[in-house]
């Protein structure tokens, strides 16, 4: 059976981009039930279990009528997730009311970390500064390199990964970015004595709080992927958290004359 074809067009900034629906991108990584597997903040493996009670086994591998699983995650440490000011704040607001839109104009940036005097690996202000690109667009993905695809097994607990200066993070709110994307469980240092700079600094907490910005953590953008703009979908569950499992999508922008 052939698959229809799906060919969306959109304006933005007053150019027409044509899009191949059939063509997604997908750059959140998979949760398995299976080590290795990504993880950070010494969270517990994710892992899928059958619900047991009184005879009934919610597996049909074991011997079960029906599967009836339970699902044990953490957004925060396991796999791909997409996380709104409530991270770092006690205002009643939630992931899901955070992100109201779903579809942006987004760049794909990749960066090498620099390393500091103190061995921290670090995506400098000046980095974001020069990689950010004319074409106005809301949300910046950035791929770190070298793009290595076992990061989408690694566990990050206790390895002090890259992160990223606040004072570049600042730049990008100027520049008008609303929703950030990066290959990273963070974008702060491990362990920063809870002051979360970066957070802070994206969100304009406390002080002019933006609400509607997200930050997705610990996805991964396939080598083939170059760099350029894209149309990203971000996908949520519908759920009262400060976060969400997510999977963020891109699309080709191709430019009609």
Request: glycine share 6%; with cysteine.
């Amino acid at each position: 059976m052939s698959v229809p074809q799906m060919i969306a067009s959109i304006d933005y900034q007053g150019q027409t981009y044509r899009i191949d629906l059939n063509r997604p991108i997908d750059i959140s990584i998979r949760l398995q039930d299976e080590d290795p597997q990504v993880k950070a903040w010494y969270a517990p493996s994710f892992r899928i279990e059958p619900v047991r009670a009184e005879g009934f086994i919610g597996d049909i591998a074991e011997g079960g009528s029906i599967n009836f699983k339970n699902l044990h995650i953490n957004p925060h440490g396991n796999g791909t997730h997409t996380e709104c000011v409530a991270h770092i704040s006690d205002l009643d607001l939630s992931i899901d009311r955070a992100l109201r839109r779903y579809f942006y104009v987004a760049q794909v940036l990749s960066l090498r970390p620099e390393k500091q005097s103190n061995g921290d690996k670090l995506i400098t202000e000046q980095q974001l500064k020069d990689g950010l690109g004319e074409h106005p667009v809301e949300a910046l993905i950035i791929r770190t390199k070298p793009n290595d695809p076992r990061k989408r097994q690694r566990d990050y607990s206790g390895k002090n990964p890259t992160y990223l200066d606040h004072k570049g993070v600042k730049h990008l709110v100027k520049k008008g970015i609303n929703h950030l994307l990066l290959d990273l469980p963070s974008v702060d240092r491990e362990e920063d004595g809870g002051k979360f700079l970066a957070h802070k600094a994206f969100w304009s907490y406390p002080k002019n709080t933006r609400r509607e910005a997200t930050i997705t953590e610990m996805i991964y953008v396939p080598a083939e992927v170059p760099d350029g703009i894209y149309l990203l979908d971000i996908n949520i569950i519908s759920i009262e958290s400060d976060a969400s499992p997510s999977k963020p999508i891109l699309y080709a922008l191709i430019k009609q004359s």
